[in-house]
């Protein structure tokens, strides 16, 4: 038997998820847009179609368990990423959990926090400013690596990632996917230290190996 859930007055306050990400083909598969990987990886292990446009972000909307949860792609680019974001949080008037690329992880490790700065990624200056400064935001870090030797940062951010790469972000879309519920169904405290616990160890093992 299959069954209709609605969004209604009387259900919990959804979470809404945002991976961040440049649209086109011509971004598809580089290192800045794991956020919207770990987006379609989490609606595919959910069952949720990414079918809609709403707020300037492909849109998409569902359960896990009981916790309602909406999931956005905002296709503003990058460095406009908090234009969507903020008219999002503001309609639905939602908590916020964002899925993005980080330089200063391991490739393939993964970080939940409660909050923070943008660390200069250009995606959450975004959306802080949209936020009117407010950092207070849970977010998933991703961890991408750093760019070899002299090789520009952004040059870095924009390449595909190589097979030994591609393989340990595979592994960490899944672990992502299973962090996610688990915040969903535990809370961001609980969740975050148990995630992190797991991460950390595998931090250890991967910082010293190349990419």
Same mark, same amino acid.
């Given at each position: 038997?299959?069954?209709?859930?609605?969004?209604?007055?009387? @259900?919990?306050?959804?979470?809404? #998820? %945002? /991976?961040?990400?440049?649209?086109?083909?011509?971004?598809?598969? $580089?290192?800045? !847009?794991?956020?919207?990987?770990?987006?379609?990886?989490?609606?595919?292990?959910?069952?949720?179609?990414?079918?809609?446009?709403?707020?300037? @972000?492909?849109?998409?909307?569902? #359960? %896990? /368990?009981?916790?309602?949860?909406?999931?956005?792609?905002?296709? $503003?680019?990058? !460095?406009?990423s908090g234009e969507s974001t903020g008219a999002l949080a503001a309609y639905y008037k939602l908590p916020l959990n964002r899925f993005h690329d980080d330089m200063?992880?391991?490739?393939?490790?993964?970080?939940?926090?409660?909050?923070?700065?943008?660390?200069?990624?250009?995606?959450?200056?975004?959306?802080?400013?949209?936020?009117?400064?407010?950092?207070?935001?849970?977010?998933?870090?991703?961890?991408?690596?750093?760019?070899?030797?002299?090789?520009?940062?952004?040059?870095?951010?924009?390449?595909?990632?190589?097979?030994?790469?591609?393989?340990?972000?595979?592994?960490?879309?899944?672990?992502?996917?299973?962090?996610?519920?688990?915040?969903?169904?535990?809370?961001?405290?609980?969740?975050?230290?148990?995630?992190?616990?797991?991460?950390?160890?595998?931090?250890?093992?991967?910082?010293?190996?190349?990419?």
């Amino acid at each position: 038997m299959i069954t209709r859930r609605c969004f209604c007055s009387s @259900a919990p306050r959804p979470w809404l #998820f %945002v /991976g961040l990400g440049n649209p086109g083909d011509k971004y598809k598969g $580089t290192r800045h !847009n794991v956020g919207f990987e770990m987006i379609d990886a989490f609606a595919k292990a959910q069952g949720i179609e990414m079918n809609t446009l709403n707020c300037k @972000a492909i849109f998409g909307q569902g #359960f %896990v /368990g009981d916790a309602p949860l909406l999931l956005a792609k905002p296709q $503003t680019y990058m !460095n406009l990423s908090g234009e969507s974001t903020g008219a999002l949080a503001a309609y639905y008037k939602l908590p916020l959990n964002r899925f993005h690329d980080d330089m200063d992880l391991p490739c393939g490790v993964l970080h939940l926090q409660d909050k923070g700065g943008h660390g200069s990624h250009n995606g959450l200056k975004s959306v802080i400013y949209h936020f009117r400064g407010n950092r207070e935001f849970a977010r998933l870090r991703i961890g991408i690596g750093k760019p070899p030797g002299q090789m520009d940062p952004k040059a870095f951010l924009l390449q595909k990632f190589n097979a030994s790469a591609r393989e340990r972000i595979d592994t960490a879309l899944q672990e992502g996917v299973e962090g996610s519920k688990l915040l969903l169904l535990k809370g961001l405290t609980e969740s975050a230290r148990r995630f992190n616990t797991e991460q950390k160890y595998k931090h250890i093992r991967l910082q010293t190996m190349p990419t």
